[in-house]
Each structure stands twice: as C-alpha cells, then as structure tokens.
C-alpha cells in the first residue's frame, strides 16, 4: 500500500530544484512522504528544502514516529555525490539531529555527516568522494529501517549554493621624494586594502 500526500511546493533556489522522480530519484518534490509495508513508520524534516552555502553546516532535525532506526541518503541521481549512513535513535525520544559538514563532504572517510545528541548513533556505509561540494540541490531520502530494500518514507533536499567569501586585494605602493634641503631622498612606503564583495 502506497499512500502519498503533497503538502505543498518549494522553490530550490538558484543551486539547483527539485525535479521529479524520473529526471532524478534522490531529488522530489520536498514534503512528499511515501509510505509503504508498515503505516506507522513516519519521519519529518523541521524544514523541506535546507538551504546553505559551501563550506557551511546543515543542522537538520529528524522527528521519528514508528521505528527507531532509518536510512539516509544524500544526494544520488544527477548528483555527482552520495553518501549512505544508518541512524539510531539511541534513547527513543523520537528526535535525531543531523549535521552535514559540506566542508567534509567528498573527503571519503564520513566524517561529513554526524549526530549532534550522544545518546544517537550514525555510521557512513559509503561516500562518493570529490575533490569539493559542487552547488546544487542533493536529495535527502530517508528508508524505514536499516536493512536491505527498506521502504522510502520521506524525502527532501539540501541546496548548497555557491559560498559568499569576499575576495581581498592588498596593493603597496611605493613612492620617493627629493629632498632639496639635504639633497637626499625620502622613501614613503602606503599599503591600501581593498575588499571586493
């Protein structure tokens, strides 16, 4: 039994946007919950699209209703990076909170996606490693359980957008004056900064 319900629509951003299952299956429509098997097993996001800029942190909110272990997904499809992790609810409180480091993100060895709470745990099954996060829209999907074909129960996105770090320019200029008094020279050294952006 499939049951899906649209909640509403959410425009991506200039990165990248959610497209449809066809054209990339790790990028949906965000607040598109699918559930399949069991129909007590439910995740929600806090929010449906994450939107941050290269080199920051993604701190994500999980709510977990039914089941106390899932699957999560990052990017995949059209994406040039994936990365695969099982979470455990440790304490059953129903809450996970997720950081995804996309300054981490490529290195290969996991260490970008972490549990904020001590009581959780989170293990990488695998890393598409990159020399860098490129900006686009990665799809977060979420599987009931940590087993093998384990039903998709929600799905969303994160759109790294291209980071905002201001380029800076340092410019010496260098001048010499004669001095008639001493017939000597006098060498005046002005160091301008300039920040563009």
Do not use: C, H, W
Not at 109 to 119: I, K, M, V, Y
Request: hydrophobic fraction near 30%.
């Amino acid at each position: 039994m499939v049951v899906s319900l649209f909640a509403g629509t959410a425009v991506a951003g200039t990165a990248g946007s959610a497209t449809s299952a066809d054209q990339n299956p790790a990028v949906l429509p965000p607040l598109l919950f699918q559930q399949e098997g069991d129909s007590n097993a439910t995740v929600t996001f806090n929010r449906s699209i994450y939107e941050i800029q290269r080199g920051e942190t993604a701190t994500m909110n999980v709510s977990l209703s039914g089941l106390d272990a899932m699957t999560v997904q990052i990017g995949g499809g059209q994406a040039s990076y994936k990365l695969d992790a099982t979470v455990t609810d440790g304490n059953g409180d129903g809450q996970v909170v997720l950081q995804f480091d996309t300054s981490k993100a490529g290195s290969g060895d996991g260490s970008a996606l972490t549990t904020q709470g001590d009581a959780d745990s989170l293990s990488v099954k695998n890393e598409t490693k990159v020399g860098a996060l490129e900006p686009f829209m990665y799809g977060l999907t979420v599987y009931s359980g940590t087993g093998e074909n384990v039903p998709t129960i929600a799905y969303g996105g994160i759109n790294v957008q291209g980071d905002g770090t201001a380029s800076q320019t340092t410019t010496t200029t260098t001048t010499t004056e004669q001095d008639s008094s001493s017939e000597g020279t006098t060498t005046t050294a002005t160091e301008t900064t300039e920040s563009d952006g």
